[in-house]
């Protein structure tokens, strides 16, 4: 069965594609797959300059989760390009650059640098991060500062899909998503993490030495699969559905849900050759629920 | 990479401590000790993360691998009951273990609760290459001593620290590794250290004051233990700077992070 999707023009082999943060550049799974088993993967958020991000502890485990606050940890634009790109070169998978700045200036600079990569397949804006005190949620919980941040980032992408990857901490996220497509965006990440905190009751302080952190794994799956259901509804632009996935049971519920395709995020670490273990999985359950494709089942729970 | 192993055995150690056999479907190839593997303790996802736990003894080729385990929440809860011919699955062996070289004659090894699993070969291993070994071993109590025998068997001298006075030195093993290295004709050149943080921070203090090179294990919370998730970072000394336990580490030159 042929389960291969268009994503805005993103040509992904399949639906199941690594989620910004989990996957590093990717480069990081070989020792585990052949990376062109999968759809794609979206890079850790890059930004110009690198990060070393946050204080330790980052990192704790949550019931059916965990929370995560690494503070957007990164190589920068310049590694990136010069000691990754040409390694993924050679690879045959779609790789989606994630990135983020501190200022709408930092994101167009990034967006045009990135839009000018061979090799680059589309970019991720996130708007979205939890974990840093300027830029990421910063951005992306304001109306208007999202609608500023997509639309100048709009105007310098002219090569390859722009999709803006949404922040959970908001109230009405379907707001936000008609906000993306009506700057421009082609298409929507949902959800980055949910802000969360554990209390260390000995020491009667946060576990995370940031105090919050990022939630993710599949303790917040009926979460995501409800606000994709909500993007839906609202906008026409593809959607990446993303939150705890580690089923095919999973995936097929988010593109019921209206993802055109999913990301795998937290599963990666405790499973690391899950994606191309689903990827395998998909047709038969497809078979077994009676649809053809991926894309026919996009939104079935939807519809009458 | 990815194994999947049999429980050979299970073998309880002391109170609330145990000692897991595995044999993985293939051999894993060559260990150096020091290095992990990342254990998943359910097939369900609470627990979710897998616990990254140190190798302990092991045949050369990796055919069967030994876990020195401390019952400590769920995961470890649901691990102590396995039985052999269970199944178990598991990734690595990850990271860098412990380096000691040719010329150091003489080796100070600290170890404190299950932080005695990486020197369960590597002690009997520097002994038999005619080295002078002390191994230094703290527990709260008499009955938490992990591996006397074991070591005594290697070769290695033995000192013992219980916090309770009920064997050995009375006191804490950093106190009793202070006396040693003010007792000690010669200081040893090379000391390595694996147990809780507050352990090695002064193992290393101390080491440092006297001039011995020595070698931390860091045990930062972890959640893939590959290098994806960068949530295990130790702080370099002295710089804006992490590094990633998993893949630089887990054992490190006590000057290079901070503990």
């Known amino acids: 069965m042929d389960i291969s999707v268009d994503f805005s023009g993103i040509k992904l082999k399949n639906p199941v594609v690594g989620a910004s943060g989990t996957f590093g550049y990717g480069l990081t799974y070989e020792k585990f797959f052949d990376l062109s088993l999968i ?12 990060r070393a991000g946050n204080p330790i502890p980052r990192i704790c485990e949550t ?75 910063a951005f992306g919980t304001d109306i208007k500062t999202t609608e500023a941040v997509v639309k100048a980032c709009r105007s310098v992408v002219k090569n390859k899909p722009l999709i803006v990857k ?34 260390d009751i000995t020491k009667r302080k946060p576990v995370l030495a940031n105090g919050a952190g990022g939630l993710s794994g599949p ?42 395709a999913v990301q795998v995020g937290t599963m990666n670490f405790v499973s690391p050759g899950i994606i191309p273990q689903l990827a395998e999985e998909l047709p038969e359950l497809l078979r077994r629920l009676g649809a053809d494709s991926v894309t026919e089942l996009v939104g079935a729970a939807h519809r009458d | 990479m990815t194994m999947q192993c ?6 309880p150690l002391t109170e609330g401590f145990f000692h897991l056999s595995l044999a993985p479907e293939e051999p894993m190839g060559a260990i150096t000790p020091g290095q992990f593997v990342m254990i998943r303790c359910c097939d369900f996802t609470d627990p979710l993360l897998r616990r990254p736990m140190s190798v302990a003894d092991f045949e050369p080729d990796g055919s069967r ?22 199944r178990l699955d598991v990734i690595g062996p990850f990271g860098q273990g412990y380096n000691v070289p ?79 290295l003010d007792h000690m004709d010669e200081p040893p050149d090379l ?50 700077r992490y590094v990633t336990v998993c893949r630089k580490g887990p054992v490190f030159d006590s000057r290079e992070v901070e503990i």
């Open chain 1, 63 to 137: 019931p059916s989760g965990m929370l995560n606050a690494i503070g957007l940890q990164n190589v920068g634009l310049d590694k990136f390009t010069s000691k990754k790109m040409p390694k993924l070169r050679k690879i045959d998978t779609a790789v989606i650059a994630n990135f983020f700045g501190e200022t709408v200036e930092e994101y167009t600079e990034l967006a045009a640098k990135l839009d000018a990569i061979d090799g680059v397949h589309g970019l991720e804006m996130n708007i979205s991060c939890p974990n840093v005190e300027k830029g990421g949620a």
């Open chain 2, 65 to 86: 691998f030994g876990l020195i385990v401390q019952t400590a929440g769920r995961g470890t809860g649901m691990l102590s009951h396995l039985v052999e011919g269970d």
């Open chain 2, 6 to 11: 049999a429980v050979i055995s299970n073998r």
């Open chain 1, 219 to 260: 303790a917040i799956r009926p979460v995501a699969v409800r606000m994709v259901w909500q993007c839906y509804k609202a906008v026409k632009i593809p959607i990446f559905g993303i939150g705890g996935i580690a089923s095919a049971r999973d995936v097929v519920e988010f593109i019921m849900a209206g993802a055109t």
């Open chain 2, 102 to 180: 040719q010329e150091a004659k003489s080796v100070m090894i600290v170890a404190g609760g299950t932080g005695v699993a990486p020197f369960m070969t590597l002690a009997p291993t520097l002994a038999a290459g005619g080295k002078n070994v002390h191994v230094l071993l703290g527990a709260r109590t008499k009955g938490h001593l992990l591996m006397e025998e074991r070591f005594l068997h290697a070769g290695a001298q033995v000192h013992v620290a219980t916090e309770d006075g009920s064997k050995g030195f009375d006191g804490l093993v950093t106190e009793l590794m202070g006396k040693q």
């Open chain 1, 166 to 199: 949404l922040s959970p901490n908001v109230t009405d996220i379907s707001e936000f998503a008609r906000v993306c497509e009506a700057s421009g965006a082609d298409g929507l990440s949902v959800i980055n993490t949910l802000v969360g905190m554990v209390i």
């Open chain 2, 191 to 240: 000391a390595l250290a694996c147990g809780p943080a507050g352990m090695m921070r002064a193992v290393a203090t101390l080491a440092e004051h006297s001039n011995i090179p020595c070698q931390v294990s860091l045990e930062n919370s972890m959640a893939c233990g590959f290098g994806a998730c960068l949530g295990c970072v130790a702080h370099v000394r002295g710089e804006e």
């Open chain 1, 39 to 50: 759809g794609g993967f979206c890079t850790k958020g890059l930004s110009l300059q690198s």
